[in-house]
């Protein structure tokens, strides 16, 4: 298995600009996470799924962020408009039954 | 708060040295995870303690866990300078969705 896979690696964007992340699970795992990295605020678990439905979104900034899961290969989290704040490094994460958690290698995101 | 909290938050050593984090919780677990994170990239799943075990072994990783007192400690014996990464504890409440909260780490540099 190719492990978690995340697009795009890097973002770059100015503010007030939509900007959708997307994620990939490892084929098999029921869960899947979606955190936020930054060096002031650390790693903030931001919104997560179990069989692609969300169970806790408490994590989600605000209503400018949203993310969403259509089906068990696929997850997408959205921050429309965009604004300089946001700037971090997003993760994807999936595991099976909320155990052992795979990361993938992030999208640095910078809004200008 | 479910979040694990890493103790030194630095901590620098010579090669050849054995490495000790403590982690300490709040909440009752299921079980507790260390993963590791090189710079810019994902958190890398090291090790799982369930909540009636005591110790763990990996390799070159020793894992302890004093449910009474709840922490948890991560021994890296024999480090390397390919052991430099931070390092997160992740108290898992268990269930179908194993929500995990990182803290903020402890910065491991090992000196060649």
């Known amino acids: 298995d190719a492990g978690v896979i995340q697009s795009p690696r890097h973002e770059v964007t100015e503010m007030g600009q939509e900007v959708t992340l997307r994620c990939k699970p490892i084929?098999?795992?029921?869960?899947l996470f979606w955190y936020r990295q930054t060096m002031m605020r650390g790693l903030e678990l931001l919104i997560y799924?179990?069989?692609?439905?969300?169970?806790?979104d408490s994590g989600m900034p605000e209503d400018r962020f949203s993310a969403k899961m259509p089906n068990a290969s696929f997850s997408t989290l959205k921050i429309q408009p965009s604004e300089p704040r946001d700037s971090a490094v997003y993760f994807c994460?999936?595991?099976?039954?909320?155990?052992?958690?795979?990361f993938g290698s992030g999208t640095q995101l910078s809004v200008l | 708060s479910q979040q694990g909290e890493e103790d030194p938050q630095a901590l620098s050593i010579q090669e050849g040295e054995n490495a000790t984090m403590n982690c300490s919780y709040k909440?009752?677990?299921?079980?507790l995870q260390w993963y590791r994170q090189n710079s810019g990239r994902g958190l890398v799943h090291l090790i799982l303690?369930?909540?009636?075990?005591r110790e763990k072994h990996s390799g070159r990783l020793r894992v302890t866990l004093d449910t009474s007192k709840k922490s948890s400690s991560l021994l890296i014996t024999a480090s390397r300078a390919a052991d430099t990464a931070s390092y997160f504890c992740?108290?898992?409440?268990?269930?179908?969705?194993?929500?995990?909260?990182f803290g903020t780490g402890t910065l491991l540099a090992v000196q060649p």
């Open positions: 799924f179990n069989n692609n439905v969300p169970i806790d």
């Open positions: 992740a108290p898992g409440p268990g269930g179908a969705t194993n929500k995990l909260i």
């Open positions: 303690i369930r909540s009636n075990e």
């Open positions: 994460a999936s595991s099976f039954q909320g155990e052992k958690l795979f």
């Open positions: 084929s098999g795992h029921n869960s």
């Open positions: 909440t009752s677990i299921n079980n």
